[in-house]
């Protein structure tokens, strides 16, 4: 077993249910993903000899945000590259019981990891992949806008097929209050997901055919159309252009050269009439 990185360096003691608290690639290629994200957000990696794989912890200015997991042959949920997001809940076994009772799957656990916690990989009602943790220590502590500085991640947000029905189950199953945000280019289904008064997610019904539910992270840039250039330079891929039309050219969607996408996004950004625009890319249709 692999001794997975802690979702935050120093025990904090505190739970933070429905936030999401770290990121893991799951790639066939490793020392390409890590090539392609060291040029283009400056990010490091330390390597984790396990018995069967190595684990690469992410760093951004010497702090751990994510990790890279090589795709194991054992694990036909994860048959492709793509990035999993760890979303806090108060148990793992409670929240798998809310879980199957809905209609979604357990794919992987719920196991025990002695340095980050519970886990279960999950696939919820719709389709999309989400893992479940309860971690050792406590959860990172809630930061500002202010904080989150380039390379760092910005916000997490769900793509799905039928949004209401998205929204209802992720309000079971961490408690989660939804409202439709107030600011310019948001359409009428997309949804900000609250928990304790902070909003912690985004949901937007999928806008094309052929696309899979799925939950997408966000990564905060200064300039997303040269991040964009440069991710195409690097071998990547711009799935959804930076343009005006979308949240004032403040987003692109992006995929790396191992094929897992990923947003990023400048924050914060101010609409035509200099009102706040919300996070993500809830304006695509």
Known sequence: MVELAPVTPVATGEYH???????????DDPEAAKAFYGALFGWRFEDVDGDLSVYSVIERDGRPIG??????????????????????VEDVDDAISTLERSGGAVEIGPRDNPTRGRMA??????GALVVLIRSVGGDPPNREESDVGAGDWLWTELWAEDAASATS?????VGYSAE???????HDGYR????????RAGVNEIPWENVRPNWLPYIRVDDPAAVARRAEEL???????????????????????????FAIQRWPVAGADGSQQSRGLGGVR
């Not at 249910?17 to 790639?27: A, C, M, R």
């Not at 189950?169 to 199953?173: E, K, T």
């Not at 439709?180 to 948001?186: F, L, Q, T």
């Not at 900000?192 to 909003?199: K, N, Q, S, T």
């Open 169 to 173: 189950f992720y309000a079971s199953l």
């Open 121 to 126: 990989l999950v696939r919820d009602p719709q």
């Open 235 to 261: 071998g990547g891929s711009v799935l959804i252009a930076p343009s005006q039309e979308v949240r004032g050219g403040s987003a692109a969607l992006l995929m790396d050269p191992t094929g897992a996408a």
């Open 17 to 27: 249910p429905g936030q999401f608290v770290w990121h893991d690639l799951v790639t």
């Open 180 to 186: 439709r945000p107030d600011v310019e280019g948001a």
């Open 192 to 199: 900000v997901l609250y928990r304790d008064g902070r909003p």
């Open 67 to 88: 990790g890279i997991v090589p795709i194991q042959d054992e694990d036909p949920a994860v048959a492709s590259a793509r990035w999993l997001s760890l979303l806090s």
